[in-house]
């Protein structure tokens, strides 16, 4: 997909400077598009070796692995002041960790203005949340529509300083606007930007319930932890770390989400159906999955901690949402609600009230029925 450069290129601000950040800056550039690349001050390394370096480098290679998206692109506005990139375009991108999502927005606030899209990458609920806390901190008024998308789209990593390796991409990004209603005319603002083709989903729940994390990185991360924390950096996550035994549990697990959206009233991809799809496999079995990934399994890396965001961003902001869902409608949810328990364990945290709760979302005290109406 190419930018017609007969027509003004698209404008867009990406906020965060971390690995989605930086490339997102780099593709949406190969695009076609100008840039603004904000990091918050002592999040700035990479600005920095950009402004040095002339640009972003994707790398052709890595670890002997040949890669696509190989180049170098000149990133029309580097910045450490929000403000600035702010008012660089009305389309706002956050590539950032679902944590950072409530700080960086605080920011942003008194230099929003009316009919900005944010788009969240990964959403896992966090419109919910940034539209609630837009109206508890007195901003009411600001119209602006939030986008979630279901990850971002890249398998990608920083490799030095203004460089990238970009090591897969999805075949198509789904993605729901709050309120769903303005879905299409999000898709159609933001498609001229994106490398994928992005399709539309029901809402912002299924958006956060559709990620395909959730059934895989709190469970094998857990059920590993061990090994991963003692032998760090020794193995491929995707493939050593899954094995017949946690394949099922996670497919059990699997179950657990699907009843929820299915309560919801939401149609639901089961993983296995969601992962063949986005990555254009065929695989037979979410083992068989992990097992022949070529995006997931060309480079060894895996969580060394459990304070990799495997645990600190997927079980707070993508379980929690479902176990206070399953709460609301009596639906039981005993393998997330344990993996849970043993992350906050792990952690010494309690994500059942740190994690994004329905409260946080501006969704207590709410049926199942008022919360789709709400959201649509």
């Known amino acids: 997909m190419t930018i017609n450069n007969t027509q003004a290129s698209p404008k867009v601000a990406v906020f965060g400077a971390g690995n989605a950040g930086l490339t997102a800056a780099f593709h949406f550039t190969q695009q076609g598009c100008q840039v603004a690349l904000y990091g918050s001050e002592g999040f700035d390394e990479q600005i920095h070796a950009i402004a040095a370096n002339g640009g972003i480098t994707s790398l052709a290679k890595f670890h002997d692995t040949s890669l696509d998206y190989a180049g170098f692109e000149h990133i029309d506005c580097l910045t450490t002041?929000?403000?600035?990139?702010?008012?660089?375009?009305?389309?706002?991108?956050?590539?950032?960790?679902?944590?950072?999502?409530?700080?960086?927005?605080?920011?942003?606030?008194?230099?929003?203005?009316?009919?900005?899209?944010?788009?969240?990458?990964?959403?896992?609920?966090?419109?919910?949340?940034?539209?609630?806390?837009?109206?508890?901190?007195?901003?009411?008024?600001?119209?602006?529509?939030?986008?979630?998308?279901?990850?971002?789209?890249?398998?990608?990593?920083?490799?030095?300083?203004?460089?990238?390796?970009?090591?897969?991409?999805?075949?198509?990004?789904?993605?729901?606007?709050?309120?769903?209603?303005?879905?299409?005319?999000?898709?159609?603002?933001?498609?001229?930007?994106?490398?994928?083709?992005?399709?539309?989903?029901?809402?912002?729940?299924?958006?956060?319930?559709?990620?395909?994390?959730?059934?895989?990185?709190?469970?094998?991360?857990?059920?590993?932890?061990?090994?991963?924390?003692?032998?760090?950096?020794?193995?491929?996550?995707?493939?050593?770390?899954?094995?017949?035994?946690?394949?099922?549990?996670?497919?059990?697990l699997d179950q657990e989400r699907l009843a929820v959206g299915s309560a919801l009233g939401l149609n639901l991809k089961t993983e296995l159906e969601a992962m063949n799809e986005l990555y254009d496999m065929n695989a037979k079995s979410v083992y068989e999955l992990n097992k022949t990934s070529?995006?997931?399994?060309?480079?060894?890396?895996?969580?060394?901690?459990?304070?990799?965001?495997?645990?600190?961003?997927?079980?707070?902001?993508?379980?929690?949402?479902?176990?206070?869902?399953?709460?609301?409608?009596?639906?039981?949810?005993?393998i997330a609600t344990s993996i849970l328990h043993l992350t906050s364990a792990f952690n010494e945290d309690d994500y059942f009230a740190s994690g994004r709760t329905l409260k946080k979302m501006g969704l207590s005290h709410m049926t199942a029925a008022e919360i789709i109406a709400k959201i649509s």
């Not at 896992?124 to 979630?148: A, C, I, P, R």
């Not at 490398?195 to 590993?224: D, Q, S």
Request: net charge negative; proline share 8%.
């Open 81 to 252: 002041d929000i403000k600035q990139a702010i008012a660089y375009s009305d389309i706002l991108i956050l590539p950032v960790p679902s944590f950072a999502q409530v700080p960086l927005f605080k920011e942003m606030l008194p230099h929003l203005s009316d009919n900005q899209t944010i788009v969240l990458m990964p959403g896992n609920y966090g419109s919910l949340e940034l539209n609630q806390l837009k109206n508890d901190l007195g901003y009411q008024n600001l119209k602006l529509t939030f986008v979630d998308a279901i990850s971002i789209p890249w398998a990608t990593r920083i490799t030095g300083n203004a460089e990238i390796a970009i090591l897969g991409m999805k075949s198509f990004l789904p993605i729901a606007a709050l309120p769903a209603s303005k879905t299409d005319e999000m898709i159609a603002l933001l498609q001229p930007i994106f490398p994928l083709k992005l399709t539309p989903l029901e809402n912002v729940i299924a958006a956060g319930l559709e990620n395909i994390n959730f059934g895989g990185h709190p469970l094998m991360t857990t059920l590993n932890i061990g090994l991963l924390e003692n032998f760090p950096g020794k193995f491929n996550y995707y493939t050593d770390c899954c094995s017949p035994a946690t394949a099922k549990a996670s497919e059990k």
């Open 294 to 334: 070529e995006t997931h399994g060309s480079v060894n890396s895996a969580p060394d901690s459990s304070k990799n965001r495997y645990i600190t961003e997927d079980a707070p902001y993508l379980l929690v949402p479902c176990v206070e869902f399953a709460q609301l409608m009596n639906i039981d949810t005993p």
